[in-house]
């Protein structure tokens, strides 16, 4: 399995390799097809070679890497990034990476599942970077992402929506969902916006004033 690699100006979106849950062949595939500069967090790097996957970079402490896979890695020409900094995970490590290097968007595979501790962190992550890179942690399951305060896009009717909030988000007002939000707050634990659905074929409108609020596509 290979990636093409057209890198327009950090336009493309990279996409970052965690170690957590695999996603499905077809989904992994597809997203190699549209993220030119894949990048490794070095937990991942033995399974990542063992797909045939042609990867870019590998980032970490490189306290786990095993020697084969180094030597793999480097025959293949993969650049080496040693991180060993021990107050940001992994995954922030490579979005800063990302962003020293002009990249505007990232994508997040095989960053949820397996450790819960890693799983949440990785979704808390993202408010972080809000500004700064467009991020989406995606999974066979879901696409998770930083909401816009004022957001319009369009979705077919019957389409799950959760709104997540990571702190407490006042003034929500939504569109063309099944549970529709005027002048709402929400604050996890308390009150989330968990498994909406879109009610008519067409745009789902939704903002808020305050707050770092995650928006998630879910499918079963």
């Not at 996409?15 to 500069?37: H, M, R, T, V």
């Not at 180094?70 to 025959?75: E, H, W």
């Not at 929506?161 to 407490?168: A, D, G, K, N, Y």
């Amino acid at each position: 399995m290979s990636s093409h690699h057209f890198v327009r100006d950090g336009q493309e979106p990279a996409l970052i390799i965690a170690n957590g849950e695999a996603c499905s062949f077809d989904l992994l595939g597809q997203l190699l097809e549209w993220n030119p500069f894949v990048l490794v967090l070095d937990g991942a790097l033995g399974r990542v070679l063992d797909l045939g996957i042609r990867i870019d970079a590998v980032l970490g402490d490189f306290d786990s890497i095993h020697e084969n896979h180094r030597l793999v890695a480097a025959d293949m020409g993969v650049e080496f990034i040693h991180t060993p900094d021990q107050n940001h995970t992994d995954l922030q490590k490579g979005i800063d990476f990302l962003i020293g290097k002009g990249q505007q968007a990232a994508n997040a595979v095989w960053a949820t599942g397996r450790r819960s501790d890693h799983h949440f962190n990785n979704l808390a992550t993202l408010p972080r970077y809000a500004g700064q890179i467009e991020l989406s942690v995606i999974d066979d399951h879901s696409r998770i992402y930083n909401l816009p305060k004022d957001f319009k896009k369009w979705y077919p009717a019957g389409t799950v929506i959760s709104l997540l909030p990571i702190t407490p988000v006042s003034g929500v007002f939504t569109q063309n969902l099944l549970y529709d939000m005027q002048n709402h707050t929400l604050s996890f634990p308390l009150q989330s916006g968990s498994s909406n659905k879109v009610v008519a074929d067409g745009f789902v409108n939704i903002r808020y004033e305050t707050g770092h609020l995650l928006m998630m596509e879910c499918r079963d």
